[in-house]
C-alpha cells in the first residue's frame, strides 16, 4: 500500500546532483558524534550510520564548501540522534521527561555560540548543540547565526506540542499539524546551513521578500510530507497514532489507508506544482545571490526525494 502511494508522488523535475566530498565527510561527522558522546554504543553508531546524514547532505549542498557541508551533516546527524532519542528510546513520550531536557537544551541555543562563555554542563546533546552554534558563529554572519538559533529554539518547543499529543493521546487538524511539522522536521535550520555554505549567501532584504518567504514554507512542506510517506510503513507500525500526514488525514477524514495515503500523495504532488511556479517566477527577477538560494531550496527537494528512495532509517 505504502509501495503504492511513493510509486504516485511526481518525482522532482530538478537536477540531482552530489558533493565530492561525501564519503569524507560521513566518516568526520561519525568520529564528531563519537567524540561528543551522541553516540555510546556500537547499536547507535550503527543506527546513526545507517541514517546516511553525509548523503542526504551531500545531495543537499552539492556545490557549497566542505566546511559548509560538514557542518550541516553535522547538524543533520545531530537531528537524527535527537529523534531517535524522542521517537525511539521514548523520551518524546513524556513531556514532563523532555521538557527539562528541552530547557537545558534552549540555555545552550542562548549563548549563540560564544566561545567565551562557557555553557552549562547537559551532556552530549548540549555540547554538540553548543559546537554546532560555535562553528556557525565562526562564519561572521550574524543574521544567519540569529536565524539558525530562533530555528533550532522553535524545533525544540515542538517537540514538547507532539511529546504532549502523545501522551494524551491528541491527534492534530490537519492544518495544526501541517504548521507545527514545519518546525518538527528541522528542515529550517538545515537551509539556513546550507545556504550559509553557499559561495554568495543571501542578504538579509532579499531573504525577507515575501515571495521567497513563501517559496521556504513550500520547501520545508515538500521535504517533511516526502518524509511522512516514506516512514509511513515503519511509524505506523511502532505507533498508530504516529505524527504523519497519512495518519492525520486519513484521522481529519475518516478515510480509510489506502484513500489518505493517495491524499497525501496528491498534497505533495500539488505543493511540487506550486513550488515549480512560484520558482519560476522568482527567477525571472532574480540576481546570483538569489539565484544560489533558489538552487538550494531546489536541491533540498529533490535530495530528500533520492535520499528518502534508499534509506534505511525508514526500513
Request: proline fraction near 5%.
Amino acid at each position: 500500500m505504502r509501495n503504492f502511494a511513493i510509486s504516485a508522488l511526481r518525482e522532482p523535475p530538478f537536477r540531482a546532483d552530489h558533493h565530492g566530498a561525501t564519503e569524507q565527510v560521513a566518516s568526520e561527522s561519525v568520529e564528531w558524534a563519537r567524540a561528543f558522546g551522541l553516540v555510546d554504543s556500537s547499536h547507535r553508531v550503527h543506527r546513526l550510520q545507517r541514517a546516511d546524514a553525509a548523503g542526504l547532505a551531500g545531495r543537499a549542498c552539492p556545490y557549497g564548501s566542505v566546511d559548509g557541508l560538514r557542518l550541516l551533516t553535522d547538524l543533520i546527524s545531530w537531528l537524527f540522534v535527537m529523534d531517535d532519542a524522542c521517537d525511539e528510546d521514548g523520551l518524546g513520550a513524556d513531556p514532563a521527561r523532555l521538557a527539562p531536557a528541552i530547557s537545558t537544551l534552549i540555555d545552550v541555543l542562548d549563548r549563540c555560540g560564544d566561545p567565551d562563555v562557557v555553557p552549562p554542563a547537559v551532556g552530549p546533546l548540549g555540547d554538540a548543540l553548543h559546537d554546532l552554534c560555535r562553528r556557525t558563529r565562526l562564519h561572521d554572519r550574524p543574521a544567519l547565526l540569529l536565524l539558525f538559533v530562533s530555528q533550532m529554539r522553535e524545533y525544540l518547543l515542538a517537540l514538547l506540542w507532539e511529546a504532549a499529543n502523545r501522551e494524551r493521546r491528541r491527534m492534530p487538524e490537519v492544518a495544526e499539524y501541517v504548521q507545527l511539522r514545519r518546525h518538527i522536521g528541522g528542515v529550517r535550520p538545515c537551509l539556513t546551513l546550507t545556504d550559509l555554505a553557499a559561495a554568495q549567501p543571501l542578504g538579509s532584504p532579499l531573504r525577507a521578500d515575501p515571495a521567497l518567504v513563501a517559496l521556504d514554507l513550500l520547501t520545508v512542506d515538500l521535504v517533511c510530507w516526502c518524509n511522512d510517506l516514506f516512514s509511513y510503513g515503519k511509524e505506523s507500525q511502532a505507533d498508530p497514532d504516529a505524527h504523519n500526514l497519512v495518519t492525520v488525514l486519513a484521522h481529519d477524514s475518516g478515510a480509510d489507508e489506502a484513500t489518505a495515503l493517495r491524499a497525501a500523495a496528491n498534497q505533495f504532488n500539488e505543493g511540487l506544482t506550486a513550488f515549480v511556479d512560484a520558482e519560476e517566477a522568482l527567477l525571472a527577477r532574480a540576481d546570483e545571490g538569489m539565484r544560489h538560494a533558489l538552487a538550494a531550496r531546489r536541491n533540498w527537494v529533490r535530495a530528500t526525494y533520492d535520499w528518502s528512495v534508499g534509506a534505511a532509517r525508514y526500513a
